[in-house]
Each structure stands twice: as structure tokens, then as C-alpha cells.
């Protein structure tokens, strides 16, 4: 269950499967660990962070596939 103040990201596998000049993807592993460092960062931050380290991590390469990314936030329920 989300609870206010939750956040949730959701992506395309072409986030993950971003490759460096190795062919190695990106990973589950390694944007798990971004979103934790960057959980303070605030919702533009994270997406803005994400893509920045995914960029890096391909090094000018063109990705292969696209990546979309959302960032949602859980706020409280409101009586209408």
C-alpha cells in the first residue's frame, strides 16, 4: 500500500537497457540505487536525475530504444 508522501516511478524498459560501450545495461540495480540517493530531490529532480545518469552512463552513445519515465506522489485523501 501507498501511503501519502509515497512516491512511485514508473519507466519503459528502454531506461534499463540503456548500454555503455561495453553493451552492459544500465540495470534495475543501479536505477534502484539512484532513486534512493535522489529521493529528496523532489519529483522534477528524480526524472531530471535519472536521465542525466542514464546519458552518462550510454557516454554520447544513441540510445537503442526509448525511455519514458513518470514520477507520481501520493497525496492525501480529500472529501469532495
Given at each position: 500500500?501507498l501511503?501519502?508522501?509515497?512516491?512511485l516511478f514508473?519507466y519503459t524498459?528502454?531506461v534499463?537497457e540503456?548500454?555503455?560501450a561495453?553493451?552492459e545495461p544500465f540495470?534495475?540495480?543501479?536505477?534502484q540505487?539512484l532513486?534512493v540517493?535522489e529521493?529528496?530531490?523532489g519529483?522534477?529532480?528524480?526524472?531530471?536525475?535519472?536521465?542525466?545518469?542514464?546519458?552518462?552512463?550510454?557516454?554520447?552513445?544513441?540510445?537503442?530504444?526509448?525511455?519514458?519515465?513518470?514520477v507520481l506522489?501520493?497525496?492525501?485523501?480529500q472529501?469532495?
Open positions: 500500500a501511503e501519502p508522501g509515497s512516491s514508473l524498459d528502454g534499463i540503456s548500454e555503455n561495453d553493451g540495470g534495475v540495480e543501479r536505477l540505487e532513486l540517493r529521493r529528496t530531490s519529483l522534477d529532480g528524480i526524472l531530471a536525475r535519472v536521465e542525466e545518469a542514464v546519458r552518462a552512463y550510454r557516454d554520447g552513445a544513441e540510445p537503442a530504444d526509448d525511455a519514458t519515465m513518470v506522489k501520493v497525496g492525501s485523501a472529501a469532495v
